[in-house]
Structures are given as structure tokens and as C-alpha cells.
């Protein structure tokens, strides 16, 4: 009786995760996506739900809430060891936390959490009901755990504190992209762009004027130096398909 118990008890501990849905978004790789979600509003996705999961009843009540929470995996980070410290980007790559205070994707389960704007519901012929959203700081096809809703009246906290980052200045760059350059891009990723520029890209601890750096975006190589608080593009090409 003991030992079935027992079994019992890890079996109810134990959890599987399935993968609900994808989201579609304009980076191919990591490099380039902002530190955290709602940072730039112009960055658009689209989530694609998992043919067992194309019921529009799992949706209903959804369309009147601005904002979502997305629970997802960093399929792209997975480590068969964790480590109980890591290496937060912000404070620039030469100190560490415990894992549990920072959002480093190399945690003992992959999650990711993201708040984004709901823009709008469609009904897709082929996909059923898919969701626009924007916002985001997802990988291309990126995949999603769970969906609920942002809550204002209890998960907005305007006083929480921020811990070690509290003092930490969010600077932007100033960005120069010539108009050539920016005209080899459809028009309607530019202020995207220009926002995940103004960001820095680059890892923190990096402060090389000379090195030329680059990033996957809407189907375009993004190549950039940064001297001081300026960063210019130097190239944009297509990517090959």
C-alpha cells in the first residue's frame, strides 16, 4: 500500500506539457529580439493553434480582453543541466543571480512568460481561429504552452519594485539607417525595426566599435556597428530563400 501511494503521489507531481499552439514571428533566431515582452509595440506575431485545438469555443470571452499572457517553451535553450546561477544581460554579463531572480531561459523547466497585445481574432480558412498579436519577444514558431488572460485589476502591481535592475538605466541608441537602406525593407516592418535597434541587440558586456554585428529579421540580414551611443546600419540584404 505504501510504495502504490507513493507512486501515486509522483505520478499527480508530474506534469506534461503539450504544445497548444505556435507562434509566427519575424526572427529566425534569438539575436535581435527584445529582453522582454511589450518593449516594442510595432513587433507583430500570429499564433497558430495545434489541430486538436482548433475549437472556437476555447476562445470565447477572449475578444474582449486587450492583453494576454503567453506560456511558452525557449525550445532553442534546452539544457539537460541547469545551473542555480546565471549571467543577467543587464548587468552586463560578468555578474550572477540566482536563477530564480532573473528570466534567463537556462532554468530547470524551459518556460517563458510574455504579456502581449491582443490586436485581433480572425477566423482562418485553413488555420480556424488564430490569434494577432503584438508586442512580442518570441522566436519564429516558438511554441505555446497555455493562454489566459491580463487580469489589470490583479496583475498590474504599480508599486512592485525591481529588485537588483531597479537602479539599472535603460538607454537607447540613437540609430542611423540611411533612407536607401531602410527603402530594401517593406515599408511596414521599418518603426519595428528601428525599435529593435534602438534597443541594442547587442549582448551588454560587447563594446567593440570596430566589430560588425547582424540579425535575422522579416527575411532580411540586419548588419550594424555601434561607436558610443550611435549604432549604424551598414547593410540589409535579402535573405535567399
Not at 75 to 80: M, T, W, Y
Not at 110 to 122: A, R
Not at 147 to 152: E, F, G, Q, T
Amino acid at each position: 500500500m505504501q510504495t502504490e501511494n507513493k507512486n501515486k503521489e509522483v505520478n499527480q507531481n508530474g506534469l506534461t506539457l503539450e504544445c497548444i499552439a505556435k507562434i509566427y514571428t519575424d526572427f529566425p533566431e534569438k539575436f535581435g529580439l527584445p529582453r522582454q515582452s511589450g518593449l516594442i509595440d510595432e513587433l507583430k506575431g500570429v499564433i497558430v493553434f495545434e489541430s486538436k485545438y482548433r475549437n472556437p469555443d476555447a476562445l470565447r470571452g477572449l475578444e474582449g480582453f486587450s492583453h494576454i499572457w503567453l506560456i511558452w517553451g525557449f525550445h532553442k535553450s534546452r539544457r539537460d543541466v541547469w545551473s542555480p546561477m546565471v549571467k543577467p544581460p543587464r548587468l552586463g554579463g560578468n555578474m550572477k543571480m540566482g536563477v530564480f531572480a532573473t528570466r534567463s531561459p537556462n532554468r530547470p523547466n524551459s518556460l517563458g512568460l510574455s504579456c502581449v497585445k491582443l490586436d485581433k481574432i480572425e477566423n482562418h480558412k485553413d488555420y480556424g481561429v488564430i490569434l494577432h498579436v503584438s508586442g512580442i519577444d518570441l522566436m519564429d514558431q516558438t511554441p505555446i504552452y497555455d493562454i489566459k488572460p491580463y487580469l489589470p485589476y490583479c496583475d498590474s502591481r504599480p508599486f512592485a519594485t525591481s529588485g537588483f535592475i531597479e537602479n539599472i538605466e535603460e538607454n537607447k541608441l540613437l540609430v542611423n539607417i540611411s533612407d536607401e537602406l531602410l527603402a530594401q525593407i517593406p515599408e511596414k516592418h521599418h518603426k519595428a525595426l528601428i525599435g529593435v535597434l534602438e534597443q541594442d541587440p547587442r549582448p551588454s558586456y560587447h563594446n567593440d566599435p570596430e566589430r560588425i554585428y547582424g540579425f535575422y529579421f522579416a527575411g532580411y540580414n540586419i548588419r550594424f556597428k555601434v561607436r558610443e551611443n550611435i549604432l549604424t546600419v551598414c547593410e540589409i540584404d535579402r535573405i535567399q530563400q
